[in-house]
């Protein structure tokens, strides 16, 4: 009890005069020990490391995931020590809903089979997305959090130890200075006793030359104590000053950590954006197969600001262009009787089911009619291959 005791009292003392050392500095009443100009480059540098450090780390982030709230989600999970519920992003989203769409509409018609088309491409995207942000958080992401969290935390701890033992060097110094002043203003002063006849005014001078000698004796009594604690708080704030210049030089290989971090992140985004420029070139192939007639729609409406182009109408009671009365007259004649037909496919269909025929753009197959069979479907052969297709995919061969 009694070690505690004077411990407590060691350490008291020793923030106090820390404390007093650093209101004198303040006050411009005191010296301060200056560090060395290779140690203060070096300082500054992990200051600066730590700045840009933090502001690339949060840009990152936020390129990678948009939504504040799902930051802040995702970093109380990891708080928490619990695992992220799986999201769907974006582009996944988007995809499920083109999907859901050409579903709906029939994956038969043109636009229901290019929305199944583009929508899967999204899907496709945002698989590659996911991807991105996993590759980016552990190979980017996770070495400059760990730079924060656990190198430069122990930077700034020695950093807090140097300046403590600077403070305790500095008041040792203050301390020693002091004595020798008062040892040597001790000196002069005069401790004989006057003679016995002497007056009233030579005994009370001589009283407070006494004390006064006394008062600086303590003082002079310091100085060998000072002199020895300056030996020791040099000695460890030198060695503390060795420590920490060992600490930041290690920023050197940090950077060149960051800089195998950077270039695996760029690598990352070279191949998302690669697999995203792939997968766009597949889908405007397969789009480019579609009739010309389902993609015009969107150029007239263009067209017709710029410029007026006339445009036959024909009448209602009319007859049809001959090509179309003699397509349409075709399917309907191959419907009523029986009999097959060789066909042109127009462009590529996926099958959606096991009872339809995948089609290949101007590949020609046989077609036939099945009674019963719905009126914009036939029948499609293909070797041995026989399945249902879309006539709308279709051109009877003469």
């Known amino acids: 009890m009694d070690f505690n005791v004077k411990r407590l009292a060691a350490d008291a003392g020793t923030l106090f005069s820390r404390a007093v050392q650093f209101t004198e500095e303040k006050l411009g009443q005191a010296e301060k020990t200056e560090l060395d100009a290779h140690l203060e480059t070096l300082l500054t540098r992990a200051e600066?490391?730590?700045?840009?450090?933090?502001?690339?780390?949060?840009?990152?982030?936020?390129?990678?995931?948009?939504?504040?709230?799902v930051r802040i989600e995702e970093f109380l999970y990891e708080k928490l020590d619990?695992?992220?519920?799986?999201r769907m992003n974006n582009h996944e989203l988007l995809g499920l809903s083109m999907i859901d769409s050409g579903t709906e509409f029939g994956p038969g018609t043109a636009y229901g089979n290019a929305l199944?088309?583009?929508?899967?491409?999204?899907?496709?995207?945002?698989?590659?997305?996911?991807?991105?942000?996993?590759?980016?958080?552990?190979?980017?992401?996770?070495p400059f959090r760990?730079?924060?969290?656990?190198?430069?935390?122990?930077?700034?701890?020695?950093?807090?130890?140097?300046?403590n033992k600077r403070l305790d060097l500095d008041a040792a110094k203050t301390k020693l200075k002091k004595a020798k002043m008062a040892d040597a203003r001790a000196l002069p002063l005069r401790t004989t006793p006057p003679p016995g006849d002497a007056g009233y005014v030579a005994n009370f001078s001589f009283m407070v030359n006494f004390l006064h000698v006394k008062w600086l004796?303590?003082?002079?009594?310091?100085?060998?104590?000072?002199?020895?604690?300056?030996?020791?708080?040099?000695?460890?704030?030198?060695r503390q000053a060795e420590i920490t210049r060992l600490l930041l030089e290690g920023i050197n290989s940090t950077h060149a950590h960051h800089l195998h971090c950077l270039n695996d992140f760029v690598e990352a985004q070279m191949t998302y954006y690669a697999q995203c420029y792939q997968y766009m070139v597949d889908l405007q192939k397969q789009?480019?197969?579609?009739?010309?007639?389902?993609?015009?729609?969107?150029?007239?409406?263009?067209?017709?600001?710029?410029?007026?182009?006339?445009?036959?109408?024909?009448?209602?009671?009319?007859?049809?262009?001959?090509?179309?009365?003699?397509?349409?007259?075709?399917?309907?004649?191959?419907?009523?009787?029986?009999?097959?037909?060789?066909?042109?496919?127009?462009?590529?269909?996926?099958?959606?089911?096991?009872?339809?025929?995948?089609?290949?753009?101007?590949?020609?197959?046989?077609?036939s009619s099945i009674p019963g069979m719905d009126s914009d479907w036939l029948m499609g052969e293909r070797g041995n291959q026989k399945g249902k297709v879309p006539i709308t995919y279709l051109e009877l061969l003469n």
């Not at 760990?146 to 300046?163: P, V, Y």
């Not at 009671?317 to 090509?323: D, M, T, Y």
Request: net charge negative; charged share 20%; with cysteine.
């Open 82 to 86: 619990k695992k992220v519920p799986t």
């Open 146 to 163: 760990n730079f924060l969290e656990g190198d430069f935390k122990t930077i700034l701890k020695e950093r807090k130890l140097l300046q």
């Open 48 to 69: 600066t490391t730590k700045h840009w450090t933090e502001k690339i780390l949060k840009q990152t982030e936020v390129l990678l995931q948009p939504n504040p709230n």
């Open 217 to 238: 004796k303590m003082w002079a009594e310091e100085v060998t104590k000072a002199e020895q604690d300056l030996k020791m708080t040099q000695s460890e704030f030198d």
């Open 287 to 367: 789009l480019g197969n579609f009739p010309s007639a389902f993609s015009s729609n969107n150029n007239q409406s263009t067209a017709s600001g710029a410029a007026s182009i006339s445009v036959p109408i024909l009448p209602l009671s009319g007859p049809l262009p001959a090509s179309t009365a003699n397509a349409s007259s075709g399917f309907t004649e191959l419907q009523n009787f029986s009999g097959s037909r060789k066909a042109r496919v127009l462009y590529d269909y996926d099958a959606a089911g096991s009872n339809e025929l995948s089609l290949l753009a101007d590949e020609v197959i046989m077609v």
């Open 116 to 142: 199944i088309k583009c929508g899967e491409t999204e899907q496709q995207i945002g698989g590659a997305e996911r991807e991105l942000i996993q590759s980016s958080a552990i190979n980017f992401l996770t």
